[in-house]
């Protein structure tokens, strides 16, 4: 293993430090136990709080600023935060109209902010994000996982939490696009958790996992490599099928494509990877009206990459397009 | 049950999690996300860490803590599932007292329960509860009030080991290896084995007692 580290045990903290230092003008940073909040409180809205594993980065605390998230309770990486950490963040971040959590739909994820909710002594409610459409059979599993698509989630609920909308509008807005999202990721290579100093999962040069998942665990298959044009049909052909399974009809919305880079994959690539999706989608007859392509939701070391589709109406449009001031996302004013 | 030996056997299910980082690790490679045994370890090394502040506690409120710094120390799947074991078994014990052995069967079982509760999981879906839940049941049946602690402990001992391999030919529909679908069949779920170790360290501490 080859990583920028002083001390294993430090990576989380020194990083958190870095991060906290370089947007000391819009975060707060808070240690043992570990949040982030916006450096000054919004008044009377709901607050919007995210938080999960470390090691996905900008995903959460790159996302807390106006227009998106109010607090995030970062874990060790690739492992959910505590509800201790959640109900410090809620504390701080409370602002009268009651608590928000998104979270990427994940055994450890739910059950920790589950129960943080049953603890927190003011009115909450959760968007569990489960766009990842590679899981097949959902009869055996937890449901879909949440991964890039969480970032299209919490973009459009910040959004619609800063006009003051109440908590139900806010959680309807966040299952809304969440149902309307679908995801599948690609990795070329494995991803090196610091702690264990090893690539999680072995892969050979020749091939591919389909179907990977944001923490480098293992997707629908393993398959040979081959050319870009070949791998991005498939994704796109995945979340094509994923929306007609669950009775959208994609050519008949406007679309956000999201390409989304694992870590060690260059944007060169990933915008090789949208041509050819907006390519295949426009020739599937979806207007492909926005777009973001960059590394939103890694997996630490990662090569490889996923692909989201977002099928918009016009309000999760106005929400997406809204002004947002954050780490990982800042446009308008 | 006293307080002392419950620090003795979070000493012995620290030593056995450290002494299987090989084995845990590769089996959370396999079909996981490669974290299990680091979170173990933390959450073994924290309990230990607080020996001194368990001393002084009753045997359930001693349980009751090592159930709240896990929850606040582990994260993930095992911290909210582990918390729950032990924050149930502590209440149990509370009110019905430590004092016999069916009585510390009933808060095991109680605790079991609150895992299968709050994972939403059952036996036979490759997880934890493939250990647990039969041991549970086994001694629940041997905990009579002249049962052989020895001879119970042996057979918890196997039943863990019988669950923990059991969960090799199962598909998971629960925790992190659920998308795998057929390819966990092969490999043993690594929250069942670090159950079936923790069970092992613990019963062989009682059969030394």
């Known amino acids: 293993m080859k990583k920028f580290i002083n001390h294993l045990d430090n990576v989380l903290v020194e990083s958190l430090s870095g991060f906290a230092a370089a947007h000391a003008d819009s975060v707060t940073l808070h240690l043992d136990p570990h949040f982030i909040t916006r450096k000054n409180k919004a008044v009377n809205k709901v607050a919007i709080i995210s938080g999960g594993g470390s090691g996905h980065e900008p995903l959460h605390s790159g996302y807390i600023g106006v227009g998106m998230l109010d607090a995030a309770c970062p874990g060790h990486v690739f492992t959910s935060p505590t509800p201790d950490q959640m109900l410090l963040a809620a504390e701080a971040a409370h602002a009268d109209k009651g608590i928000l959590f998104i979270v990427k739909n994940y055994a450890g994820d739910v059950m920790n902010f589950e129960m943080a909710a049953e603890m927190l002594p003011f009115e909450s409610a959760t968007v569990l994000t489960s766009d990842d459409c590679a899981v097949i059979n959902s009869t055996y599993t937890n449901g879909r996982r949440g991964v890039a698509g969480t970032v299209i989630v919490e973009k459009c609920v910040g959004s619609l939490a800063e006009t003051g909308a109440n908590l139900q509008a806010c959680k309807a807005l966040g299952d809304k696009v969440n149902s309307r999202t679908a ?151 | 049950m006293k307080t002392e030996f419950i620090i003795a056997a979070a000493k012995a299910i620290q030593q056995t999690i450290l002494a299987n980082e090989n084995t845990l690790e590769s089996l959370d490679r396999a079909i996981g996300d490669g974290d299990h045994y680091i979170n173990m370890k933390r959450g073994a090394n924290t309990i230990v860490d607080i020996q001194a502040e368990l001393a002084s506690l009753a045997p359930n409120e001693a349980i009751n803590k090592i159930g709240l710094k896990l929850l606040s120390t582990i994260g993930g799947a095992s911290g909210p599932l582990l918390a729950s074991f032990f924050m149930a078994m502590a209440k149990v014990l509370r009110e019905n007292g430590d004092e016999s052995l069916l009585k510390i069967a009933a808060a095991f079982a109680a605790g079991v329960q609150a895992i299968i509760q709050r994972g939403k999981a059952d036996i036979g879906e490759k997880t934890m509860l493939d250990v647990l839940i039969p041991v549970s049941n086994q001694f629940k049946l041997l905990a009579t009030p002249n049962g052989d602690i020895k001879l119970i402990c042996a057979t918890l001992i196997n039943t863990a080991e019988q669950g923990m391999q059991s969960t090799k030919d199962l598909i998971a529909t629960k925790g992190r290896a659920a998308g795998l679908g057929d390819r966990a069949i092969g490999h043993i779920d690594p929250g069942a084995k670090s159950c079936q170790l923790m069970i092992e360290a613990v019963c062989k501490l009682a059969m030394e007692a």
């Not at chain 1, 290579?189 to 480098?216: K, Q, Y």
């Open chain 1, 183 to 333: 995801s599948i990721g690609v990795a070329l290579t494995s991803c090196i958790v610091p702690a264990a100093g090893r690539p999680t999962f072995n892969i050979d040069d020749n091939e591919l996992e389909m179907g990977v998942g944001i923490h480098g665990e293992p997707g629908r298959r393993r398959e040979t490599m081959r050319e870009a044009d070949a791998i991005v049909r498939d994704c796109v052909d995945a979340i094509l099928t994923d929306f007609k399974t669950r009775n959208f009809e994609p050519n008949k919305h406007e679309a956000l494509l999201l390409i989304n880079g694992f870590g060690a994959t260059p944007l060169m690539e990933l915008y090789l990877i949208y041509n050819t999706a907006a390519k295949l989608c426009k020739q599937q007859g979806i207007q492909i009206s926005r777009s973001l392509v960059g590394n939103y939701t890694t997996a630490l070391d990662m090569a490889g990459a996923s692909v989201t589709l977002c099928l918009l109406d016009d309000e999760i449009k106005q929400h997406w397009d809204s002004p947002v001031h954050t780490a990982g996302l800042r446009w308008g004013s």
